[in-house]
Structure formats: structure tokens, C-alpha cells
């Protein structure tokens, strides 16, 4: 069961200048920085009532940001919702007919389990499934 909107992924260029963006706009400075090795990416999380933004700046050119901001400019990559059980979740999904790109759990960045649709069945938008590790 999807619960609410986790965070909204902002794929970005140079991560510092960014931080400083966000900061201005929000009025909150971030409240993490965190290098995700499995995915390539270095993140920085701002919290917005509920929800958060998280700015993802590839550590190199093997990584999912790094071939978007090849195709696109920088902007929203993803959307990710919190979820009870990730496991269910993606299950419930391919049984609807929806593809996964990842078809078990892998870490994720701020504690989570992250598990993502592809967006080709999702009319173009990239959906995380985030879920807290216990």
C-alpha cells in the first residue's frame, strides 16, 4: 500500500550549487549528504513538511543520473512513495502488468529499501518504491 509521497528526485549537474538553491528556496539547509556506491550517486536530502527533495549528482558516468542529464537537463528524475511492504508492493505491480527494473529490494539512500518501476508502463514517470530497513 502506498502511504505518501517520500521524495521527489532532482537529478542536478553540481550538487553544491544546487544545495545552495534549495536552501534559498526552502529556507532549511539539508539535512543529509550521502554517497550511494551501488547506484553512483552523491545525495543531499532537504525535509518539506512530510515529504522530502533529493538532489542526486552522479559520481560517474556509469550511473542512472548521469546517462539522464546526457538525454535531458537537469530536473525531476523521479518520484519515489512510501510503501508498508516493498516486497508486496512490487509483486502487486507486476501482477497489474507493470515492469520493474528492479524485481527484488536493493539499498537505498536515507535508510531506505528502494525498488523502481520502469517508466516506460508509468506514461514516462520514473516511480521509486521506498521502504525504512528495519
Not at 9 to 26: C, M, P, Q, R, Y
Not at 49 to 66: F, P, R, V
Not at 100 to 127: C, N, T, Y
Request: negative net charge; glycine residues 8%.
Amino acid at each position: 500500500m502506498m502511504r505518501k509521497v517520500e521524495h521527489i528526485g532532482i537529478a542536478v549537474s553540481n550538487l553544491e550549487a544546487s544545495e545552495k538553491i534549495f536552501t534559498d528556496v526552502l529556507g532549511v539547509a539539508p539535512y543529509k549528504r550521502e554517497a550511494v556506491a551501488s547506484e553512483h550517486v552523491l545525495t543531499s536530502f532537504f525535509k518539506v513538511g512530510e515529504s522530502k527533495i533529493e538532489l542526486l549528482q552522479a559520481t560517474d558516468s556509469t550511473s542512472a543520473i548521469a546517462r539522464f542529464l546526457e538525454k535531458n537537463r537537469e530536473g525531476i528524475h523521479h518520484i519515489a512513495f512510501d510503501v508498508e511492504d516493498i516486497h508486496a508492493e512490487i509483486a502487486r505491480l507486476q501482477d497489474l502488468g507493470y515492469s520493474m527494473i528492479h524485481d527484488q529490494p536493493r539499498e537505498g539512500a536515507d535508510g531506505k529499501w528502494i525498488a523502481f518501476m520502469h517508466p516506460k508502463g508509468s506514461g514516462g514517470v520514473l516511480v521509486e518504491l521506498c521502504m525504512d530497513k528495519p
